[in-house]
């Protein structure tokens, strides 16, 4: 079982950039796909990006294409999210999720689903102001 904690939120200006982290523990993390979402007030949790076990593929939202990047270290068993050129509208709670699964591509809808995913950290709270 792991245990996640994001990090790295806060309040930015639009255009400007922030970096998300994911630090797991009490798990292998390389063994997990990854992904992260955000929940804007009064919104469903909605899905921004996925990586695979060992970062080789990955798979964006349409919403963030081009400006977001996710990206893994395994021995340091962190996740990230490069976020540039922030608009109003990425402002929410950024939440990571995990599953286990060493698949070599991410793709379908699965990974982009809530329910793939079996273990969730607490947020982190992303504001761009415009």
């Known amino acids: 079982q792991v245990q996640l904690v994001e990090s790295g939120g806060g309040l930015v200006q639009a255009g400007g950039s922030l970096r998300l982290s994911c630090a797991a523990s009490g798990g292998t993390f390389s063994r997990y796909a990854m992904g992260w979402f955000r929940q804007a007030p009064g919104k469903e949790r909605e899905f921004v990006a996925t990586?695979?076990?060992?970062?080789?593929?990955?798979y964006y939202a349409d919403s963030v294409k081009g400006r977001f990047t996710i990206s893994r270290d395994n021995a340091k068993k962190t996740m990230f999210l490069q976020m540039n050129s922030l608009k109003p509208e990425d402002t929410a709670v950024y939440y990571c999720?995990?599953?286990?699964?060493?698949?070599?591509?991410?793709?379908?809808?699965?990974?982009?689903?809530?329910?793939?995913?079996?273990?969730w950290g607490q947020g982190t709270q992303v504001t761009v102001s415009s």
């Open positions: 999720g995990a599953r286990p699964d060493l698949s070599t591509v991410v793709g379908g809808m699965a990974p982009t689903l809530l329910r793939w995913y079996n273990y």
């Open positions: 990586i695979n076990w060992s970062g080789g593929s990955t």
